[in-house]
């Protein structure tokens, strides 16, 4: 799995995760959101991200990197996206993160890969997602897989009062142009 043999933390695998993963991911999840400096919109309970995985009508999928002793060091968390001008299917990573300790010891790029592979797999012609401005480390090492970033597009969100007041009648008559 590795590209770094020499590292301590070379081997291990990549495999889909298992209910009794969730509090190890949701572990991953707070460790990402402190190091993206938005520890405090984290929102996700083991409850929620146990009926997104693995409830009735799954919303997202995820894969996780674990180190020989079979503890997870990463995670994927990815959902099925469309395109219009493809017809297709595709793969939108939300969220990649290996534990700090645990990098350039080949589990990021084995994670992708498995994305990568499920998108060959499934016929999905993009796999997709997005990386904060000044994360450099990240981009340099996507940019090692291939991966380019789409300058020309600017991801839009719309949250809480936003939401619900556009939902709303009233809301919809405001904001008609």
């Keep these: ?10 081997t291990g695998a990549v495999r889909p995760a298992e209910p009794a993963d969730v509090p190890s991911i949701i572990e991953l999840v707070v460790e990402l959101a402190v190091y993206e400096r938005s520890s405090s919109e984290v929102e996700m309970t083991g409850e929620l991200l146990a009926a997104a995985l693995f409830g009735t009508a799954p919303t997202a999928h995820c894969h996780v990197a674990v180190d020989p002793t079979g503890a997870v060091v990463g995670f994927a968390l990815w959902f099925v996206t469309f395109s219009t001008w493809t017809g ?48 450099t480390p990240a981009q340099s090492f996507y940019r090692t897989l291939g991966a380019v970033p789409q300058d020309e597009w600017t991801r839009w969100r719309m949250t809480g009062t936003a939401i619900t007041g556009l939902a709303t009648p009233a809301g919809q008559a405001e904001r008609q142009p």
């Design 1 to 10: 799995m590795s590209s770094r043999p020499d590292h301590p933390n070379a």
């Design 88 to 135: 297709r299917p595709g793969l939108y990573l939300e969220d990649l993160h290996v534990r700090p300790e645990h990098r350039r010891a080949g589990h990021g790029r084995a994670l992708l890969a498995e994305l990568a592979r499920v998108c060959v797999a499934r016929g999905y012609p993009r796999l997709e997602w997005s990386v904060l401005d000044w994360n």
